[in-house]
Each structure stands twice: as structure tokens, then as C-alpha cells.
């Protein structure tokens, strides 16, 4: 099977559900929790990360500790909906380190902007002198979090 036809199974499920809660976890320990010995575990996880299906091991971090307490959600309505004008738009707002996610959206607005910041002075900064300079931006809304209730990067 090639790799990117690649559909998981049951073992390869229960080995990203794995991976998903402790990715430090050694091959041998894995394979132990999944009744596999540690080679075709091994193989099984370097199949889907050729396939695309673990696109990435990363740190979670808790974003308070790292000065980067203020999360907004903004959203943006461009002002033409041109192939050109979005894809420049997404160009740059891909550059910004403050933005953490970005999505395009439907609805009444095109995009959809996870901003996180240290305080309300650096985020009006970063508005102001960053964001807004960015041609092509009709109406936005940005949403201040309170409180963040439920954050995940589980997906299974």
C-alpha cells in the first residue's frame, strides 16, 4: 500500500491516541500499550508520518507562563473578494507571530484570527501598526477571551 493512500486501522488509532497525550513516549512503551512488538510499531508510526497523517511532534505550552496571556479572536472581512487580493491578504497575515491560527471562514466575515498577546497595549500595537496595515481589509471584530474553558490539540 503506498503511503499516501494510507488509511489507519485500529493499532495505528490507538497509536496516535497514544502519541496525542505523551509524544516522549520510547517505541518499546507504545508497542507495549498497544499488545505490538516495538518494529512494526515503529514502522506503523514512520508510515503515517510519510503518509502526512502525524504531520508534527510539538510542546504544548502553557501560553500564561510565556508572557503571552491575552488570547482575541478577530475576525476580518475583506473588502474585494479577489483570488489575488485573499491571497495576498493570507501571504501576510501568515508572517505574523502573533497569530497563532488562522482560518477562512463563510459567513459574514472571510477569516478567522487567533491573536495571542501579552496585554491590551502590545495587541492594540500589534493592531494598529501591524494587522490594519495590511491592504484589503474591510470591516473586522475582535473578540476578547475571558477565559479559555477548553483547549485541545486531541483530535482522537
Known amino acids: 500500500m503506498t503511503t499516501e493512500n494510507y488509511i489507519p486501522d485500529e493499532k495505528d488509532l490507538a497509536i496516535l491516541r497514544i502519541l496525542q497525550k505523551d509524544a516522549k513516549l520510547s517505541i518499546r512503551d507504545i508497542a507495549g500499550r498497544i499488545n505490538l512488538s516495538p518494529t512494526p510499531t515503529h514502522e506503523r508510526i514512520k508510515r503515517m508520518e510519510k503518509s502526512g497523517i ?17 488570547m482575541v479572536i478577530c475576525m476580518i472581512a475583506l473588502t474585494v473578494h479577489h483570488k489575488k487580493t485573499a ?4 501571504e501576510e497575515v501568515a508572517k505574523l507571530k502573533e497569530v497563532v491560527e488562522f482560518y477562512n471562514i463563510s459567513g459574514d466575515f472571510d477569516f478567522m484570527l487567533k ?17 490594519s496595515e495590511i491592504e484589503g481589509i474591510g470591516q473586522t471584530k475582535s473578540i476578547f477571551v475571558m477565559n479559555s474553558i477548553k483547549e485541545s490539540t486531541q483530535i482522537l
Request: net charge positive; hydrophobic share 40%; no cysteine.
Open 87 to 90: 491571497g495576498k491578504f493570507i
Open 54 to 70: 502525524i504531520k508534527e511532534y510539538t510542546t504544548v505550552i502553557d501560553r500564561k507562563k510565556v508572557n503571552k496571556g491575552m
Open 115 to 131: 491573536i495571542l498577546a501579552p496585554n491590551m497595549d502590545e495587541f492594540h500595537d500589534f493592531f494598529v501598526n501591524k494587522l
